[in-house]
Structure formats: C-alpha cells, structure tokens
C-alpha cells in the first residue's frame, strides 16, 4: 500500500515536521492549561494536609478562613481544647500580603506571600496544628517574636531579615511546599505577631483612636478613675485569630466533636472533607471553568489546524490519488491513507507538545502538575480531533475524477 504519510516525510519532510512542531506547540499550551488547574487543585489539597488540622472552627455563619473572613476570640481555644476526642486544638491566622526583605537598597525586594501565625512550641510538643511539617533547612521558631519560617518559593535564605509590617524578622527555618490556595509561598511567624500584624491599627490611628476616647464623655467621665485607661489599652492589643486547628484523637470522627461546637459553642466547624469542597468546588470554581472554556477553544482551533493542513496536502495530490482511483485502488484504502496521514501529525504534534509543556511547566510562577492520566486523555482527544479533522480532506479526495491522473 501506498502510504502518503510516509511519501510527505521522505519528500517534504521539513514541512510535515514544522507543522508537527506547531500543532505540537499549540498542543502544549493545552497540557498546560490544564496542569494549572490540577497544581490549583493539588494546592488547595496541600493547605489542608500542611495544616494538620482534622477540624477547622471558624466565625459562626462564615466559611472560613480560606474562602471567607473569619475573626473570633482566641481564648475560645480553651474551650475547643476541653471537648471529648479533641487531642490537640490551636489558633492560627492568615493573611496574604507584600513581604519585603531588608538590606541594602538594590537587594530590596517584594514577595506576595501568605503570612500565617501560629502557636509555636505549645506545651514543648512538636507537631502543633499549622506548624511547617518538615524543614529543609534551619530549624523551627523558638521565640514568641520577630523570628520567621519562609517557603523557599520566597527567595529567602536563612539568617536574611524580612519586613511584615512595622517589625522586621530573622529567617531562621526553610520550609518546601507550604503555599495557599491561590499558589502563594507561606511565611510563618509567632501567633502574637501575626495578630498584631493583621488586626492592630497603626500607630497614627491608634493615636487618633486615643483622643477621640478621651474627646468622648461617655469614656473620661469624672467620677469613673481608670476607665478611660482601661480603653486605651483595649484600642493597643488584640485577642481576634481566623480559625481554630484541631487534631483528634485516633478513632474520632469529626462530625461528633464538630456538633456540640456548631450547637454550644456558636461557632461553625468544618471536617477535611468539608473545607476541601469549600476550597474546590467553590473558592477555585471560577478559574476552573475559565480554564475549562480555554481547553474547548484550543481544542476547536487545533481541529481547525489540522483539518486545513490534512486538507491543503490533500489538495496537493490530488492526481496521485486520481491515479491510485484509475488503477483500481477502493475508496476505503484511500480514506484510509489520509487518516494514516493525519494521525502521524498528530502523533508528532503530541510528543512536541508533551515534551514543551514539561520543559515549561517549571518556569510558571503558579504549580503546574502535569499527570500521567491526563497525558493519556490528551492523546486520544489529539487523535479523535485529527481523525475528525480528515473527514473533509477525505470528502474531497473521494470525489476526485480519475480522468484528471491523464489530464492537464
């Protein structure tokens, strides 16, 4: 049998391989699309196991702290701690924001990182709730201020002094793979200095907060000694964290212990799997189906691709095809030539795209998971699209006279 694939690799093989090497391209940029949305799934799984936690507690009414704001006392912890099945219960916070390293003018950079403060060291026991679960370099935080453990996605190094806020810290600890939903590396500080950080005013308005309590009547009156002290230091500290981590005791299930905190406590409990559709089918929904509607385009316009480049080759032979139809040659071989040709191109534009989208896939600023299962479906889609796309080369071919093999 006569192979027109083959024939256009031996006599115009830079042009088959181009255009391989351009669907390829296109190819690619889809396998990447959608390793983007599995690295936003894998990040979002990867905040809930890095935290520790079997129950979140949150703000009453609020599905926090990642998709919504979450703010309660943090003596509530007391409380949590004091439930059957409860093991280990924590405060913790988030807040996503510009981290700024120290040190001489042009070293001055910014990082957008999630800044998470937790109880380090409670109890001398390690492995509390939100703690980095493994470091790779350093060590974990020893002190109750200003030392700080970093991603290594920040750039930091050790001993190097950030700035969050008004206070600078020493980076003491590295840490892999602690980033948040959205993909942003983790810094993680002492509990009291990420309250400060996120709910203290700044000194100006604390300064201003102070001369309107004392400007108001109801908070200097005369004969109440003490109690416009008392709301000046109310307006200088904070006791507001985002969520409370709780780890069970092994063999509890978490609907028992979240129940009596949604009825007694007022407060609205999460279980793993619970927080995880929040952070899935909610908080990223957005962005999948945005990438979602991505994939259909590029697979729309890479049939379209294919289903020209089948057919202007087509084209091209067309009295080869008019001889092989005078000799004798049954439509079905001949369909099954151009069908032979399309799925070559559209095997060498799979290989030149899988191999693009894992060379790239490590310069994207986001995680970018490439999975050996979605590389299978990508190939067949490849190859239904190709066998699609050279229907309409194939209408043209059959339709071809074979008295045009012996004509002008």
Request: contains cysteine; charged residues 20%.
């Amino acid at each position: 049998m006569i192979s027109l694939a083959g024939r256009d690799i031996l006599h115009a093989w830079g042009k088959f391989v181009l255009t391989g090497i351009g669907l390829g391209l296109l190819i690619g940029v889809t396998l990447t699309m959608a390793g983007v949305y599995r690295g936003m799934v894998d990040d979002a799984r990867a905040l809930l196991s890095n935290s520790g936690a079997d129950l979140w507690v949150v703000q009453q009414d609020t599905q926090g702290p990642y998709a919504e704001a979450s703010s309660l006392r943090d003596d509530v912890v007391r409380s949590v701690r004091g439930l059957p099945g409860v093991a280990r219960a924590a405060n913790i916070t988030y807040l996503t924001m510009q981290v700024r390293r120290v040190g001489r003018a042009d070293e001055e950079r910014e990082v957008r990182a999630m800044v998470v403060g937790y109880e380090s060291g409670q109890s001398g026991q390690a492995g509390q709730p939100g703690e980095p679960g493994y470091l790779v370099a350093g060590r974990q935080l020893t002190r109750n201020h200003y030392e700080a453990v970093a991603d290594v996605r920040t750039g930091f190094a050790l001993g190097e002094r950030i700035r969050i806020r008004r206070h600078d810290y020493t980076v003491v600890g590295l840490t892999r793979r602690q980033v948040s939903s959205g993909g942003d590396p983790m810094v993680f500080i002492p509990l009291k200095d990420a309250q400060e950080a996120q709910f203290l005013k700044d000194n100006e308005a604390i300064l201003n907060e102070r001369a309107r309590s004392a400007a108001n009547p109801a908070f200097n009156r005369p004969g109440v000694p003490g109690l416009l002290e008392g709301v000046r230091a109310a307006l200088a500290s904070n006791h507001q964290v985002n969520a409370i981590l709780v780890q069970l005791q092994p063999g509890t299930p978490a609907e028992t212990v979240a129940e009596p905190v949604r009825r007694w406590k007022h407060l609205e409990a999460y279980t793993r799997a619970q927080m995880e559709e929040i952070l899935v089918a909610k908080l990223i929904a957005t962005s999948a189906r945005q990438i979602g509607l991505f994939l259909v385009i590029l697979a729309v316009v890479s049939a379209a691709i294919v289903a020209f480049i089948i057919y202007t080759m087509t084209l091209g032979k067309i009295r080869e095809i008019a001889v092989l139809k005078l000799i004798g040659t049954r439509n079905r071989t001949i369909a099954a030539m151009i069908l032979q040709q399309a799925l070559g191109l559209g095997l060498i534009g799979f290989a030149v795209g899988k191999l693009a989208a894992t060379m790239w896939a490590p310069v994207f600023p986001k995680y970018v998971l490439l999975e050996t299962g979605d590389a299978v479906r990508g190939l067949l889609v490849v190859l239904l699209i190709c066998a699609l796309a050279s229907t309409l080369a194939i209408r043209v071919a059959l339709k071809v006279d074979p008295a045009e093999a012996i004509g002008g």
